[in-house]
């Protein structure tokens, strides 16, 4: 898996708020905040994140949470932005990876939590992103269409759009 260290830096500019790459079969989640406070950091290094794949119209994304730590994110994904790493995996048997980092305010590692999605939930995102590249839509419309989703609905409510979910 990816070797990003705790106490690493990322050299890249990051805002505050949830960020999503994906790197080597990983699907990569930066969560950044000013100060993580060390019950945050222990919360998170122990308790179930909770991991769901949702689809609503033209918009891909993830809701993440984890108890006691961090309420329901929504994270969006937008298959026009893959590289064709990440395309390939689409034809591909592999399940996903996942790998949590947490970072502060000056791009520091505080923490990580790695894990692999369950088959069945790896096939369900190949599955609805592959259905997902057969839409006409480009950049402009699906950007359109996640202010929309997002003045909309809360985090928490796109739960009824969601396709696969995985305890972690």
Request: charged share 30%; proline share 1%.
């Amino acid at each position: 898996m990816i070797s990003y260290k705790t106490d690493n830096k990322i050299e890249c500019a990051i805002e505050e708020g949830i960020w999503l790459d994906f790197l080597e079969q990983t699907w990569v989640y930066f969560i950044k905040d000013t100060v993580w406070q060390e019950e945050e950091i222990q919360n998170f290094k122990r308790n179930k994140i909770h991991l769901s794949y949702f689809q609503k119209g033209i918009i891909d994304g993830f809701l993440l949470e984890i108890d006691d730590m961090l309420e329901i994110s929504d994270v969006p994904f937008c298959i026009l932005d893959a590289n064709k790493e990440f395309l390939n995996t689409l034809k591909d048997n592999q399940n996903y990876n996942v790998l949590f980092l947490l970072i502060n305010e000056v791009n520091e590692i505080c923490a990580r939590r790695e894990s692999t999605l369950s088959g069945q939930m790896s096939l369900d995102i190949k599955h609805y992103l592959r259905e997902q590249r057969t839409n006409d839509y480009d950049e402009k419309a699906f950007n359109i269409a996640l202010t929309k989703m997002q003045k909309r609905y809360e985090p928490y409510e796109l739960e009824e759009f969601i396709k696969s979910k995985q305890s972690l």
